[in-house]
Each structure stands twice: as C-alpha cells, then as structure tokens.
C-alpha cells in the first residue's frame, strides 16, 4: 500500500482535478436510492471528496478516511463541508476506532488497492463498525489492461469479490457492472451489500 499511497500524494493535486470532473451522476444516483434513510454513513477512500461531499449535500452524516494525507488537504479545499470530517489513517492497521456503529458504509475505487490479506484484515475490522443489518455499496475495478505500476491493483472477477465479500460476512443483494466513466478500457463493479442480522 505504500507505494499507492506515495502516488496519490505526489498527484494529489492533479488526481483531485481529474476525479472531481468526472460525471458520476448515475453512480450517485444508485447511492441515494440504495442509502434512502438520511444516517450515518462511513467512506473509506474519501479521495478527492467527491462523493463524501455529494452524501454530505444530501443530508447524510459521513465520516471518511483516507490513507494519503495530500488528498485530504486538497478535498478540504475543495469541499469545505469536509473540515473535521476527514480521518488520516493507513488501512487496514491503523482503522480507528469510534464511539457508536454506523449505519452504512461506502467505498467507491479503494478496495481494488489491497492485497486480497490486506482486503481481509480490512473487510472483518469493517464489520465491527457497522450496525446489523447495515447497507454497504462497494464499487471496485476488474482487469485493468493498462498497468500502471506506480499503484497496486487487485484483479479479481466479479465471482472473486463476491467470494471474499460471503467470506466476511457480507450479504450481497445486487451486482451493477459499467464501462469506465472516462472511457478507458476498464470494467468496473458496483456491489450493493449488507451485514448479516
């Protein structure tokens, strides 16, 4: 993860230009109809504070966290509805700990960042954190054709991750797949889960 880490912040700048003009309008549409109920909602991988910013707009509670310390400071440029809600911490050995469970989590382009031990040790400490029954959206890359080896990528087929995901505890209700928003060659899975009750 460290090498992934030192990417985002060396670009942070850049990145968080990129990103935040990407058009993720159906993306945000699936999470305001999957997260009806206005609650407290957890991000891991708050980026450039896109869709932490957008939840928050929305009327949803969040709290982020996000591994690379340059990203945070330009999203709290960016999007100043995000000073102190924002969490510094390198996943998954340092997830902090909080005073009461959330409702919901999401994660959208952060989990394919793990080695498939680290996506474990990160997924059962994830549980602890939710209420039962807890909705979670989890969107991920497949097969990336162009490696960029400044980043770890974890490729796994949708069955993969839906494997791992049983494995820990995680329900899942629907799978959406897309074609990369800025038309790169890259197939992408959105996962709609909840915690087992």
């Known amino acids: 993860m460290d090498r992934t880490i030192e990417y985002y912040n060396n670009n ?3 990145l968080c230009e990129k990103y935040n003009s990407i058009d993720l309008s159906i993306l945000h549409k699936d999470l305001l109809n999957f ?3 206005k609650n407290s909602l957890l991000e891991i991988g708050t980026g450039s504070g896109r869709d932490m910013n957008f939840m928050i707009e929305n009327g949803f509670d969040v709290i982020g966290i996000d591994g690379s310390e340059e990203m945070i400071k330009n999203s709290i440029i960016n999007y100043p509805k995000l000073v102190g809600k924002t969490i510094l911490a390198e996943l998954p050995d340092n997830l902090p700990s909080f005073d009461t469970k ?3 989590l999401f994660t ?6 793990f080695s498939i031990n680290e996506l474990n040790t990160l997924l059962k400490k994830l549980v602890q ?3 039962l029954g807890s909705l979670i959206f989890i969107s991920v890359s497949g097969y990336r054709g162009n490696k960029n080896s400044n980043r770890f990528f974890l490729e796994l087929s949708k ?10 505890n995680f329900i899942v209700i629907d799978v959406k797949e897309n074609q990369d928003y800025t038309g790169r060659n890259i197939n992408w899975f959105s996962f709609f889960l909840k915690t087992k009750i």
């Open 129 to 131: 954190l939710l209420k």
């Open 159 to 168: 069955s993969e991750w839906v494997k791992i995901f049983e494995n820990n």
């Open 108 to 113: 959208i382009a952060t989990l394919m960042h």
């Open 35 to 37: 997260f009806k109920s």
């Open 102 to 104: 959330f409702d919901g």
């Open 12 to 14: 942070s700048q850049n």
